[in-house]
């Protein structure tokens, strides 16, 4: 990960009024820290717990957690920081939708138990579409990266 941002955090109150997702879909618990300057960039957390749901099929014998919810995970965060920003800047920010995932790499498995850090940074956004360079790390270890594409839907 790169350097420590100073704390700025998120709590799970906040969260909920910025994201639409409810359990057992909400997957990011809490924000470290966020900034707006000098590039748009947040930490956050998602506690891995044995009681999450999708642990009784993948895989009962060996839980782990499945790439596609890490994703997601890095998804939420991305939008969190999209809600940050547009609240700090005087906005509201649009309800996201995920258009496109990017160089996809997953490099360690998730378990239970775990706490899976999710750094996320904010690229270009252009005609109400917005570029998410993001990476999920375990213990300081690089466990998933991938670059996402989402488009705003103004409600």
Request: net charge neutral; with cysteine.
């Amino acid at each position: 990960m790169n350097d420590p941002m100073p704390p700025r955090p998120i709590e799970i109150g906040k969260i909920l009024d910025y994201l639409s997702h409810r359990y057992p879909f909400l997957l990011i618990d809490r924000v470290e820290s966020w900034q707006s300057e000098p590039e748009k960039r947040l930490i956050g957390i998602k506690n891995v717990t044995i009681n999450e749901p999708f642990f009784q099929g993948h895989f009962p014998e060996e839980p782990i957690m499945p790439g596609v919810l890490i994703v997601e995970a890095m998804a939420q965060a991305a939008g969190v920081l999209a809600h940050a920003i547009a609240e700090l800047e005087g906005n509201r920010a649009p309800l996201f939708y995920l258009v496109k995932i990017d160089k996809a790499k997953f490099t360690r498995l998730i378990r239970p138990g775990d706490q899976l850090t999710l750094d996320v940074t904010m690229g270009r956004v252009i005609r109400g579409m917005a570029q998410f360079k993001c990476s999920a790390w375990v213990e300081g270890k690089r466990a998933a990266v991938c670059e996402l594409l989402c488009a705003g839907k103004k409600e």
